[in-house]
């Protein structure tokens, strides 16, 4: 079985940017012991005679070169529809605002 103490959840809480209440400390502290022993089960796994492999596929490089492509619009005639820009860009209404 494993152990995590309150430092330890406390530590990942704050890797993963979460403000935990001491209640919800002790709640996934428990659950990520469980999580823990049940990813320990692995270990009883025999994989002595198991091929290593990174990829299943058997392909290779698949990736293409970046090429850049005309858009087909300049930035001015992009622009060329509207009064309100600014250095550029368009300008539009807040889409968010303090209540959302």
């Known amino acids: 079985m494993h152990k995590l103490s309150v430092k330890d959840v406390e530590h990942v809480a704050r890797l993963a940017k979460l ?3 001491p209640a919800e400390v002790r709640k996934f502290q428990k659950q990520l012991v469980k999580v823990l022993d049940y990813i320990g089960q692995l270990d009883k796994v025999n994989t002595a005679n198991i091929k290593l492999t990174s990829q299943t596929t058997g392909l290779e490089n698949v990736f293409r070169p970046d090429e850049a492509k005309p858009t087909g619009f300049s930035q001015n005639e992009a622009l060329s529809g509207t009064d309100k ?6 300008v539009i209404d807040a889409v968010l605002n303090k209540e959302t």
């Open 19 to 21: 403000t935990l209440i």
């Open 85 to 90: 820009t600014h250095n550029g860009y368009f």
